[in-house]
Nanobody, 125 residues
């Protein structure tokens, strides 16, 4: 059974850092693309970052380029999202999701088949 569990959310001050984890079970993580998405109140869910299967290519939304880094630990079957220089507009529920190959639009919601429950990130002073 495919399962994704996010953790690491919380309250952080502007300019601070936070690391989110996405622990996968029921499948081998590096065989699939893993994406991070976020949804702020009243807004649609948007793609933040993706790490592709096997090659490990990474993709980022323009709004987070240079601030966020996605990486995976195959031994732990876990994908991480390191978020630096956080801004109030990064406040959202963050979700990880898995997509089977091929993936043509790695930051699009419709590409993904299974989702975690989400973790809240609040950036505020």
């Amino acid at each position: 059974q495919v399962q994704l569990v996010e953790s690491g959310g919380g309250l952080v001050q502007p300019g601070g850092s936070q690391r989110l984890s996405c622990a996968a079970s029921g499948f081998t993580l590096d065989h699939y693309a893993i994406g991070w998405f976020r949804q702020a109140p009243g807004k649609e869910r948007e793609g933040v970052s993706c790490i592709s299967s096997s090659s490990g290519n990474t993709y980022y939304a323009d709004s987070v380029k240079g601030r966020f880094t996605i990486f995976r630990d195959n031994a732990k079957n876990t994908v991480y999202l390191q978020m630096n220089s956080l801004k109030p507009e990064d406040t959202a529920v963050y979700y990880c999701a898995v997509a089977g190959p091929p993936v043509f639009r790695p930051l699009e919601v419709y590409e993904y088949d299974y989702w975690g429950q989400g973790t809240q990130v609040t950036v505020s002073s």
